[in-house]
């Protein structure tokens, strides 16, 4: 066969009917309109990724602020048990089933501690008051 009049080859099978060589009109978009629709989905794919960023910070933000309120209700059971725990009359009876005899210190065993200033005008005042005595 000779170059010139072998037959032209044929495509696929979607084009077995069509000779190479004739026109087929198809749908085309413009650039500018592709670029819209690539943005929109660009922006839709990011409304969602932050959308579910969003909703796992709220989940953990309730579980967080549920463990809170769990922590302080048990913080109010403990000052509650040792607040009761801290009477007189407990701390008395404790001191019998441990075998401990003890007693409230006397009036002349107490220590009085006082306190100074450590900054401020006065802070050398003290400091004098001791020396001096």
């Known amino acids: 066969m000779n170059k010139s009049k072998r037959r032209p080859r044929r495509r696929g099978y979607a084009n077995r009917n069509r000779a190479w060589n004739t026109r087929q009109y ?11 629709i690539v943005m929109a989905a660009i ?9 579910h960023a969003k ?19 048990e913080l109010n059971r403990e000052t509650v ?21 003890m007693d409230l210190p006397r009036r002349a065993q107490y220590v009085a501690v006082r306190t100074f200033r450590t900054s401020g005008p006065m802070a050398s005042a003290p400091s004098a008051l001791a020396a001096n005595r």
């Open 26 to 36: 198809t749908f085309a978009l413009t650039i500018k309109a592709t670029g819209v």
């Open 43 to 51: 922006i839709g794919v990011s409304w969602l990724v932050v959308r």
């Open 55 to 73: 909703d796992s910070l709220y989940d953990e933000i309730k579980a967080e602020e549920s463990r809170y309120s769990a922590l302080t209700e």
């Open 81 to 101: 048990k040792w607040n009761n725990a801290k009477t007189p009359a407990r701390i008395t009876a404790a001191l019998a089933r441990h075998g401990i005899r």
